[in-house]
């Protein structure tokens, strides 16, 4: 793309993933009809349908949807082929009747599995579709599997050999993004603001949806490594590191606002905003890390300092005898800093070997 301007470039590098994806989809709808057409299939869009569906930003997405489209539609095709077969049905109570029957049972299916959700809408088209009733319950139900059968292997296969996306990659790159927003927290619980910013409110909301969508990526990923479709670390410890370390920023926060903040301002606020920041820059470099793929280089002492600086901190309180005048939850709060703190610090030492194991080995 050296012929773009440096404007369209950097506009086409932001989107490639969606442009990518893009042509993705088309391909495999455009590969599918023609496949349909030269089989003969009767309702070939069904098929084109199901390939535009399967076919997802990853491979793992992609294995998931094909599962879940494939057994969904073979459930409801068996099972409302072979409820059209036994209750004979030519409109009013007679229909009625074989609706409940094919129906009721497969949405309980679907409420317990999310691989069922397509089952009732499946068993819904055997019953009542028109072309249905002019081939025969089960000779349709067979031609309704061959569809969605097709549908599925060509968009899977081509999720496999057109520009293919592993999730792996896409899960370190998440997990990249949801360590940037954390070291933001951190930044902002370093500054000890009364008045929190437009910014600094939205970054919890931005925390929870980085997290969910990092879990979603780690379940593809994982099934990409249960196909023997990728040979990529684990993803469930990076994904519960994350986790712990969220959960950490959620008790700091806690600790801060509910401390006397008069007492961390006047005696601890540079020796918290200096354990803090520091803890913010080693989640930053963490960050780094996972994004290129490489080992962490930050620098792993300079947290542990700062800890040991801020237990100085409370220590210099306790000779001063400042901790006197305090009720015993403001004294208990200001411990539970420093433990908050040192247990960050061992979720972040976890996230570093973590970044170590996605690191792409050096030649």
Same mark, same amino acid.
């Given at each position: 793309m050296a012929f773009l301007p440096d404007s369209l470039h950097r506009v086409f590098e932001r989107q490639r993933p969606r442009l990518t994806q893009a042509v993705r989809m088309t391909v495999a709808s455009l590969a599918t009809f023609g496949l349909a057409e030269a089989l003969g299939l009767p309702q070939g869009y069904w098929a084109v349908i199901t390939a535009l569906i399967v076919t997802q930003s990853s491979v793992g997405g992609s294995l998931k949807a094909a599962l879940d489209r494939f057994l969904g539609s073979v459930v409801g095709a068996c099972y409302g082929g072979a409820v059209a077969f036994a209750i004979p049905h030519h409109g009013g109570a007679s229909t009625f009747a074989a609706l409940f029957v094919a129906v009721a049972p497969l949405t309980i299916a679907a409420a317990v599995s999310a691989g069922f959700r397509i089952a009732p809408i499946t068993a819904i088209i055997v019953l009542l579709s028109t072309t249905g009733s002019t081939l025969g319950p089960l000779a349709f139900a067979l031609d309704r599997i061959l569809e969605i059968g097709l549908g599925c292997v060509v968009g899977?296969?081509?999720? #496999?050999?057109?520009?293919?996306?592993?999730? +792996?990659?896409? =899960?370190? *790159?998440q997990a990249a993004g949801l360590a940037r927003l954390l070291a933001g927290q951190l930044e902002a619980l370093?500054?000890? *603001?009364? $008045? !929190?910013?437009? *910014? $600094?409110?939205?970054?919890?909301? +931005? $925390?929870?949806?980085?997290? +969910?969508?990092l879990e979603t990526l780690a379940g593809e990923a994982?099934? *990409?490594?249960?196909?023997? #479709?990728?040979?990529?670390?684990?993803p469930d410890p990076l994904l519960r590191t994350l986790m712990r370390l969220r959960h950490d920023l959620v008790l700091l926060r806690r600790a801060i606002t509910e401390a006397d903040a008069d007492v961390l301002r006047i005696h601890l606020a540079g020796a918290w905003g200096t354990a803090a920041d520091a803890a913010a820059a080693?989640?930053?470099?963490?960050? !780094?890390?996972?994004? +290129?793929?490489?080992?962490?280089?930050g620098d792993e002492a300079a947290l542990a300092a700062a800890i040991v600086g801020y237990r100085?901190?409370?220590?210099?309180?306790?000779?001063?005898? =400042?901790?006197?005048? #305090?009720?015993?939850?403001? =004294?208990?709060?200001?411990?539970?800093?420093?433990?908050?703190? !040192?247990?960050?610090?061992?979720n972040l030492d976890d996230l570093a070997a973590r970044a170590n194991d996605f690191a792409t080995p050096e030649p």
């Amino acid at each position: 793309m050296a012929f773009l301007p440096d404007s369209l470039h950097r506009v086409f590098e932001r989107q490639r993933p969606r442009l990518t994806q893009a042509v993705r989809m088309t391909v495999a709808s455009l590969a599918t009809f023609g496949l349909a057409e030269a089989l003969g299939l009767p309702q070939g869009y069904w098929a084109v349908i199901t390939a535009l569906i399967v076919t997802q930003s990853s491979v793992g997405g992609s294995l998931k949807a094909a599962l879940d489209r494939f057994l969904g539609s073979v459930v409801g095709a068996c099972y409302g082929g072979a409820v059209a077969f036994a209750i004979p049905h030519h409109g009013g109570a007679s229909t009625f009747a074989a609706l409940f029957v094919a129906v009721a049972p497969l949405t309980i299916a679907a409420a317990v599995s999310a691989g069922f959700r397509i089952a009732p809408i499946t068993a819904i088209i055997v019953l009542l579709s028109t072309t249905g009733s002019t081939l025969g319950p089960l000779a349709f139900a067979l031609d309704r599997i061959l569809e969605i059968g097709l549908g599925c292997v060509v968009g899977l296969a081509v999720s #496999l050999l057109v520009a293919p996306a592993r999730a +792996a990659r896409a =899960v370190t *790159e998440q997990a990249a993004g949801l360590a940037r927003l954390l070291a933001g927290q951190l930044e902002a619980l370093a500054r000890l *603001e009364t $008045v !929190e910013t437009p *910014e $600094v409110k939205a970054l919890p909301p +931005a $925390v929870r949806r980085s997290l +969910a969508r990092l879990e979603t990526l780690a379940g593809e990923a994982a099934r *990409e490594r249960r196909s023997r #479709l990728s040979t990529a670390p684990d993803p469930d410890p990076l994904l519960r590191t994350l986790m712990r370390l969220r959960h950490d920023l959620v008790l700091l926060r806690r600790a801060i606002t509910e401390a006397d903040a008069d007492v961390l301002r006047i005696h601890l606020a540079g020796a918290w905003g200096t354990a803090a920041d520091a803890a913010a820059a080693r989640l930053r470099d963490l960050a !780094e890390a996972l994004a +290129a793929g490489r080992r962490p280089t930050g620098d792993e002492a300079a947290l542990a300092a700062a800890i040991v600086g801020y237990r100085d901190a409370i220590d210099g309180m306790r000779r001063r005898q =400042v901790t006197r005048t #305090l009720p015993t939850d403001g =004294v208990g709060r200001i411990f539970w800093l420093a433990f908050s703190l !040192e247990q960050l610090r061992r979720n972040l030492d976890d996230l570093a070997a973590r970044a170590n194991d996605f690191a792409t080995p050096e030649p």
